[in-house]
């Protein structure tokens, strides 16, 4: 993610981890930025998710020269793709298209580097966890 360097919130936010049961302080802005992302993709709805809904999703997040490079690997070696700002909300958007009705990014160990006007995040440890078709109730 890239973001404008700005100022730290003046309390240290904390949030329940999926599946942990405990608060877990963050240990700087971008983390923050991190579980917000997170918690706007809990937000998503199908009735109000439209291509203004997921531009402004990326305005919030991304800047305009903002870029998303993800690495895997495959059974034929590593992949490595990266997304430019015009394509970053077609990339979320598709993941819900595809079927996933719950989406969210776990970091460890995620890394920043500080540049003149931004700040940029690389983490080799990230999953991204999905959850596909519709809850049963019972």
């Known amino acids: 993610l890239d973001r404008d360097v700005g100022p730290t919130p003046m309390y240290t936010p904390s949030y329940m981890e999926p599946g942990i049961g405990r608060h877990t302080p963050y240990g700087n802005q971008t983390d923050y930025r991190i579980f917000e992302l997170n918690k706007r993709l809990q937000n998503w709805t199908e009735q109000d998710c439209d291509n203004l809904w997921w531009d402004a999703f990326t305005t919030e997040f991304f800047e305009d020269d903002a870029m998303l490079t993800i690495t895997f690997c495959l059974e034929d070696g590593p992949k490595r793709y990266t997304i430019g700002r015009t394509l970053i909300p077609r990339y979320f958007r598709s993941i819900f298209e595809g079927g996933a009705t719950e989406l969210f990014y776990v970091l ?17 440890q990230c999953t991204m966890v999905t959850q596909n078709g519709k809850p049963m109730f019972t």
């Open 108 to 124: 460890k160990h995620p890394k920043e580097s500080f540049h003149s006007n931004f700040v940029s995040l690389d983490c080799d």
